[in-house]
Nanobody, 122 residues
């Protein structure tokens, strides 16, 4: 059983900062990509940022230069530092990871966290 648990969401004023964390636990053999998605009310879930285990990182254009994704592979944890937040960043933020649970089968399952609410007031 694998779990992704997010933390760090909350209410912040425009221009403020928040740091989200997501820790993966359970029967984990290896993790390739870890990512953050978000879903605002009435909108589709969208990719915010992603980081592979070999250091490749990409961001959506809407958060580039404001958000920073990082990983602590020893702790199976991914972070999202969010600076200069604006009301358009208000959404539920979800952690996502590709996780291999078997040492023999080279199959990575797609796992999601439960989501954490980020609300930015104007």
């Amino acid at each position: 059983q694998v779990q992704l648990v997010e933390s760090g969401g909350g209410l912040v004023s425009a221009g403020g900062s928040l740091r989200l964390s997501c820790a993966a636990s359970g029967s984990i053999f290896s993790i390739n990509a870890m990512a953050w998605y978000r879903q605002a009310p009435g909108k589709q879930r969208e990719l915010v940022a992603a980081a592979t285990n070999d250091g490749n990182i990409n961001y959506s254009d809407s958060v580039k230069d404001r958000f920073t994704i990082s990983r602590d592979n020893a702790k199976n944890t991914v972070y999202l530092q969010m600076n200069n937040l604006n009301p358009e960043d208000t959404a539920v933020y979800y952690c996502n990871a590709g996780i291999r649970i078997h040492p023999i089968s080279n199959v990575y399952g797609n796992y999601w966290g439960q989501g954490t609410q980020v609300t930015v007031s104007s």
